[in-house]
Nanobody
Framework: QVQLVESGGGLVQAGGSLRLSCAAS????????MGWYRQAPGKQRDLVAA???????NYADSVKGRFTISRDSAKNTVYLQMNSLKPEDTAVYYC??????????????WGKGTLVTVSS
């Protein structure tokens, strides 16, 4: 019913920048929360940055000051601007959203992920 499509991943050198995008589509009534998670090889999937239900933002300590989450509510799209990238930022980045659909059912949706590789 809802699809999340990420884009913008790729290979970048340490110190470089990338901008990820995640667009939500489908039978959307409202998007309650939306944000980014990442999973490095052999590790669990962790929060990177997200908008909460009140519109505030949460960031992982490891990305504060380097990453910025933003959104275009009219386009149901969230962005992640990643600056000063480090090799330890290498991971698959996933978009997640809690969406209420037109039948008033709310649930979490995940994108398929986009790979970010930071070379040293």
């Amino acid at each position: 019913q809802v699809q999340l499509v990420e884009s913008g991943g790729g290979l970048v050198q340490a110190g470089g920048s990338l901008r990820l995008s995640c667009a939500a589509s489908g039978n959307i009534l409202s998007i309650i929360t939306m944000g980014w998670y990442r999973q490095a090889p052999g590790k669990q999937r962790d929060l990177v940055a997200a908008f909460t239900g009140t519109g505030s933002t949460n960031y992982a300590d490891s990305v504060k000051g380097r990453f910025t989450i933003s959104r275009d509510s009219a386009k149901n799209t969230v962005y992640l601007q990643m600056n000063s990238l480090k090799p330890e930022d290498t991971a698959v980045y996933y978009c997640k959203a809690y969406v209420r659909t037109i039948d008033y059912v709310g649930m979490d949706y995940w994108g398929k992920g986009t790979l970010v590789t930071v070379s040293s």
